[in-house]
Each structure stands twice: as C-alpha cells, then as structure tokens.
C-alpha cells in the first residue's frame, strides 16, 4: 500500500514557515518522497503500517492549515499516469524491500 499526505500549510510568519518546515522535515525522516509540493508519498507494507504512521503523523500534525492523508493500493498505484513536459511518464517502481540481519 501507499500512504499519500498532502498539505497546504500557511507559511505568512517566522512561526508558520518553522512549522511548515518542520513538518515537511518529519514526512522525509518518515521515509516520504516528495511526488510534487505538498504531495508526499510513502509505500508501506500493509494496513497496520498505514495505520501506525497515520498515528504517528497525527501527533505531529502544524498548530495550522491542513493535512490529508490518504491510502491507496500497489494496483491503484501502478495505474496512475503521469505527464512530464507533456511527454507521457509511467508510474515509478514499487521499491525493493530492504532486508536487515
């Protein structure tokens, strides 16, 4: 499965644009990729995963602005379509598993 976050976040102050970084910097150290700005990805090994980081994210959501997450599948994922300069893109790979001893 993936978890997609998208956010729209104010960034008007000093204070705002802290958060707004500091949240960003959370997603990456989460293991997220950025798909474009504020559109987040992550693939996850299966509903508990996505469950345990949308917890995880809950409890460092911005004081401000707003934040969706949401889960598709690896067969939702494989069909999204993608234009880059107007040329046609398939969807990224799945990435490898990471095996630790």
Request: aromatic share 12%; charged share 25%; glycine share 6%.
């Amino acid at each position: 499965m993936w978890l997609v976050a998208m956010f729209d976040l104010p960034t008007g102050t000093d204070a705002e644009r802290k958060a707004y970084v500091r949240f960003r910097n959370y997603l990456l150290d989460e293991g997220f990729e950025m798909a474009q700005y504020s559109v987040y990805m992550r693939c996850c090994a299966g509903k508990e995963k996505v469950e345990a980081l949308v917890q995880r994210i809950g409890g460092n959501l911005p004081p401000s602005g707003t934040v969706t997450l949401f889960a598709i599948t690896d067969k939702q994922y494989e069909g999204m379509i993608n234009f880059r300069c107007r040329a046609r893109h398939p969807s990224p790979a799945k990435p490898a598993q990471l095996v630790l001893f």
